[in-house]
């Protein structure tokens, strides 16, 4: 398909794949991407395909890669969320914990991921990352099971340490994986959908541990030990389906024919970002250190994960000290839960359908604000219990705010290893601030953990603030780009074919074939930026999204 031009069709309805020359493809030096490889191996094939084979293939996809990405990050979640929901069943006592070492059990696992993102963007380039994906969540499965045994602050702090150093890999994998295979006008709503197991976590979590929870063992086990074993076992098991079932990437896909493969390629080359190259480059991770974007990003993931680690690690001790029981305030996390899958969701809906990113997350950082500001001023009395549970519920609308980031950096970032570490940066930052955020709260503040909230209630408006800012800049961007372009001889505007909506590219069709197109302008491989693993600055003809 063209890259990000007007792009008229054939009178019959089909969009044409640009065939690839036969003998005189460049260098491999030149065009570095692993689908570039692909579609000159393929260009002798067919090279029409209509909208309607694009959305079977869209489908496939969906059915395939998109319910193994839910069910890795529902399993991340679900594990080093353990903590927290055996919080209320007494792990101080029993593992003997004093001070801040209950925070510390938080913040070590976000540590462990802060240490281990440059390992994990270099593996994410050079490894196949179905593969990649299915060792991580073996490994975090184990380790969690293995937790089980652990019965004081030491031997539970190593093993947090190790839970979060193979946790590491899969909130980039799942970046990786969908920049890999959807569109980016796609990529707002699969983001959001796999983030929503924050919330699908809370459900079923609180459901697991109400359960579990009832179990007497006799006095064998403490309670918080039988969750860590049922949690890492299950993990295990699910790590076998994803080997099984997960592919490396489009090109690679064996549940996909050929001509399928070719469509799921090529409808991605709009992105203008790439799809693999397995080739780590320097000068991409030059490139990422001094983008003033990714800084921004930096800045904004750091201040809503402090609120979110904080809220995390100690969301069920400030419920229960509202005035609830253990098991009633496991009970309440589930609308909690619901309300995040809610919001993400919609959330996710809303950025796609006005384009506007920034947009919404200053809008909805302002919800947790008001749930902070209910919390912090409302009395801890038996009648204000309701009131200060909705604040509570207010404040889960934090976890929106997230996958947007995600999507966001990784929407606005091209080239294989500048992918890879931006996405990596923005993890350092979502880890530094959950490693902040639980220090800020402390069991001794209780039952009002005041110094905690209030904290928590300046990075909401500094998430607020930034998250209005960074469109300016990359409108900046854009023109200078569109600058360029005209210096080239090439058309200044262009149409961002990767956004576009069902909607509009169905009537776009409709309206070129009235008007009697019957020849497509395309783009030749070799003229393609997008699959020469250029970085979205180099690439004059990349298209920034606000």
């Not at 899969?170 to 796609?186: F, G």
């Amino acid at each position: 398909m063209s890259n990000q031009r007007a792009d008229p069709i054939q009178a019959s309805g089909a969009d044409a794949i640009t065939p690839a020359p036969a003998q005189d493809a460049p260098a491999t030096t030149t065009l570095r991407d692993k689908a570039t490889e692909f579609l000159v191996n393929h260009g002798a094939q067919e090279t029409f395909f209509t909208y309607e084979e694009e959305r079977a293939v869209l489908r496939r996809i969906d059915l395939r890669v998109l319910p193994l990405l839910l069910g890795a990050y529902f399993f991340q979640q679900l594990d080093k969320s353990s903590l927290s929901y055996v919080s209320i069943f007494g792990i101080t006592d029993d593992a003997r914990l004093v001070g801040k070492e209950y925070s510390w059990l938080g913040s070590i696992l976000y540590l462990a991921q802060l240490v281990m993102q440059p390992l994990a963007a270099f593996i994410l380039v050079k490894l196949p990352t179905g593969k990649v994906i299915a060792t991580a969540i073996l490994l975090w499965g184990s380790s969690l099971a293995i937790m089980s045994a652990c019965t004081n602050f030491s031997s539970l702090l190593a093993m947090r340490f190790l839970l979060g150093s193979f946790e590491a890999m899969i909130a980039p994998s799942c970046v990786a994986v969908t920049q890999m295979w959807w569109r980016r006008s796609e990529q707002t709503l699969r983001t959001s959908y796999w983030n929503a197991m924050n919330g699908v976590t809370f459900i079923v979590g609180s459901l697991f541990t109400y359960g579990l929870g009832h179990i007497d063992t006799g006095g064998n086990m403490f309670r918080y030990q039988v969750v860590f074993l049922f949690c890492g076992l299950l993990t295990v098991v699910y790590s076998g389906v994803v080997l099984w079932l997960m592919p490396d990437s489009p090109m690679e896909a064996k549940y996909l024919n050929e001509r399928e493969k070719v469509i799921a390629v090529e409808r991605l080359r709009a992105n203008q970002m790439g799809i693999a190259s397995r080739k780590w480059r320097w000068d991409h991770v030059w490139e990422t250190v001094v983008d003033l974007k990714t800084w921004c990003w930096f800045v904004a993931i750091v201040a809503i994960s402090i609120a979110s680690g904080g809220v995390g690690t100690f969301g069920n001790l400030i419920v229960r000290d509202f005035g609830y029981s253990p098991f009633e305030t496991i009970l309440f996390n589930i609308p909690f839960g619901v309300i995040q899958v809610l919001v993400i969701v919609g959330s996710g809906w809303l950025a796609t359908r006005i384009q506007r990113k920034g947009v919404v997350i200053a809008g909805v950082s302002v919800l947790p604000c008001i749930g902070t500001i209910l919390m912090l001023a409302v009395p801890r009395t038996p009648g204000n219990k309701g009131v200060l549970l909705f604040g509570y519920y207010l404040v889960s609308c934090l976890a929106a705010i997230t996958p947007l980031i995600y999507a966001w950096q990784a929407q606005n970032t091209a080239g294989d290893t500048k992918k890879k570490c931006t996405s990596a940066m923005v993890f350092v930052g979502m880890c530094t601030g959950n490693v902040i955020g639980p220090l800020l709260y402390s069991v001794d503040q209780a039952p009002l953990y005041r110094p905690g909230l209030i904290a928590t209630l300046v990075v909401f408006a500094l998430v607020g603030v930034i998250s209005a800012i960074i469109p300016l800049y990359l409108v900046f961007l854009n023109r200078q780009h569109a600058k360029r372009r005209e210096e080239l001889g090439k058309t200044a505007q262009l149409v961002d074919e990767s956004m576009m909506a069902k909607n509009t590219m169905l009537s776009s069709k409709a309206v070129e074939v009235e008007q009697g197109h019957t020849e497509r302008a395309t783009t030749a491989i070799e003229e393609d930026n997008g699959l020469r693993d250029m970085t979205d600055l180099q690439n004059e003809d990349f298209i920034y999204v606000y």
